[in-house]
């Protein structure tokens, strides 16, 4: 009953004609600001600081929470049409959203993303009304021991992005890794992979790394096939039959549960949560040769998922002060600025911030599905353009994104470098998918394992007398291990079956 009562307040906060314009306003610059690589969610919500200084604490967070997710729903956009991911969390969305669109069919992923994202996002506000304050604790519960045996967990699903070789799977995952460490190690002072070179020293942004892999060297395979240049692509319907309905209805359910369990863990977000979810439907679909051909399973469920993480990452920052991606620890800080500090007193100081919030993101949620499905058709109509000038468009936005970033001319050449190393990967069959989702994990898992063995004196049996890490890390096991048990099943079978003659 009390729950129930706070979240009526919390709508009664959310629906004031000023909190409205604000949703609408935040969703809408967050859905444009998503679609544009490299300008992200996270410098444009530190520029808003200033901004948001002078608004009422519950108003101004409103705006900015707006932002962070209409970001998160917009980054899908350009995945799917450039596989251009425009925010970290959009680029299992890439998978299969890109391969719908070149089948002719940019208009049903872009319908698929917005519902999925819809859904996931509508769970994640449900959670958080109904579970915030008991998650909470058990966010709190998670040490460095558990982190790290959660990222191993996460490193050894990349085996499931390995169409078709292991081998090759974690060729990837450990190149991902070097490349995670590259720079000066902060508690060391050391100088890693670096080759005497100034510009590395602070590290290879992740956005570089994706922009190469993914869309400048689908920009070479596009020349490597020359002989579809200049063709202009059908687009398709917007609308789902009732089949597809049925099919991503069960996927987007697991992924939005799951990334929203995810959002909550201090440091895991929505980038985490989308390659789980996609990951996790992979390996239980029957059809799961047809994931990263353009299976509107593994485009609906990591985009549920994201959406959900992106929701369920204001637990620890609403109920702990913990910030659980870098876009919210901007919103910490801008919390801050504001006079208001986060933390398990939130709930009783001020209600109005929290359950006006939470109430918010549902009504942002609905303002996304109304704003985004009208301009689906003209979207889509960016692959109407002629090859060439797709290139070109591609080319464009990769180059301002990449300098955007740092204003380095060097950072390009690293865009270049990488983008070759993409192209040979898509040569020789390695797929890129564990090297990014190695990179992104690469950081969290060494600091996690350094402060695990610092706590224990140097220990290593940490890992295995903690429950929950050592129950993360046999499923690990397992899950690396399973396709060698598989196989070698398989060959007793036949081999019993040739003796016995059938």
Partial sequence: METLESILYGFEVALEPLNILFVMIGVFAGTVIGMIPGLG????LALMIPVTFGMDPAAGLILMAGVYYGAIFGGSTSSILLNA???AGAVATSFDGYPLAKKGQPGKALATAAYASFIGGTISVIGLMLLAPMLSAVAVSFGPTEYFALMVLGLTFVVSLSDKSMVKGLIATVIGIMISIVGIDLQTG????TFGIPQLMEGIEFLIVALGLFALAEVFMMLLRGSSLGKRQKISSLK???REIKQIAPPVGRSSILGFFTGVLPGAGATIGS????????????DKHTFGKGNLKGLAAPEAANNAASGGSFVPL???GIPGSGTTAILLGALLVMGITPGPLMLEDHPDIFWGVIASMYIGNIFLLILNLPLIPYIAKILDIPKAMLMSLIIVFCLIGVYGLSLSTFDLWLLLIFAVVGFAMRLYG???APMILALILGDIMEE???QALQISNGDWMVFLTNPISVTMLAIAALSLLSPVFISAFKKMRQRRNKNLGM
């Fill in 430 to 432: 390695f797929p890129a």
């Fill in 85 to 87: 991911p425009g925010v």
């Fill in 318 to 320: 609403l109920t702990l």
């Fill in 448 to 450: 996690s394992m350094r």
């Fill in 240 to 242: 789902l039959n009732k």
């Fill in 41 to 44: 969610p996270i410098s444009i």
């Fill in 275 to 286: 390659f789980l979810g996609y990951s996790m439907e992979k390996r239980i679909a029957k």
């Fill in 190 to 193: 050391t100088l890693r992979y």
